[in-house]
């Protein structure tokens, strides 16, 4: 499991079979390293140990959203996907691995003492994960437009928006005379 804000390998587990067991194990494992806020968002395929009735139980006792990917969608899990491609990679493929219990320490290995800690990620501007600041220490967002009624992005006749959103897609209030609150000129309170 990854936690997209960093992004950090937080929960896996290892096992000779694919039951929910194997992913309940990595769903405990993230929430004990991460302790995420109730209503964190977990997001997996569409395999049967992640849509089991045992899984969603254990997801709702610790606080855990559950969001399953489309059908034929394969964009929706890219994250995951390029990391079992870069372990595969970097790990797995490059010799034979006689028993279970070697893999399972060399990947303890990568995945504790290389990829989370010191393996660079081009998406963090070259750094690793674990020098970013977690998600508390890091800077709110820059206010959405559908926040201020009187931005002038929020007048704009485009038919290109975000989903499930009034924001149009790569705006943001640019500077604090962007959004306007009220008559005049006075910045918003939020920009």
């Known amino acids: 499991m990854i936690d997209l804000a ?49 899984y969603a139980a254990l997801a709702a006792d610790l606080g855990v959203r559950l969001s399953v990917g489309r059908k034929g969608e394969c964009w929706d899990n890219a994250v995951s996907e390029s990391w079992f491609a870069t372990i595969k990679t970097e790990l797995i493929d490059t010799r034979p691995w006689p028993t279970r219990p070697g893999l399972r320490r060399a ?43 009187n931005c002038p992005a929020n007048r704009v006749n485009s038919t290109k928006y975000v989903p499930n959103s009034r924001m149009l897609e790569g705006s943001a209030c640019r500077t604090r005379g962007d959004c306007l609150s009220g008559a005049g000129s006075t910045p918003g309170p939020a920009c």
């Not at 587990?13 to 494992?29: E, G, K, P, S, W």
């Open 107 to 149: 990947a303890f290995d990568y995945i504790e003492g290389w990829y989370n800690t010191r393996r660079l990620h081009s998406a963090l501007g070259y750094r690793s994960p674990a020098t970013t600041k977690p998600p508390s220490a890091r800077r709110p967002p820059p206010p959405r437009h559908d926040q201020h009624t």
């Open 6 to 54: 960093s992004p950090r390998v937080v929960g896996w587990a290892f096992a000779d079979h694919m039951r929910t067991d194997l992913v309940t194990d990595a769903l405990r494992m993230a929430c004990t390293q991460r302790r995420p806020a109730a209503g964190v968002i977990f997001h997996s395929g569409r395999g049967c140990q992640y849509t089991s009735g045992d």
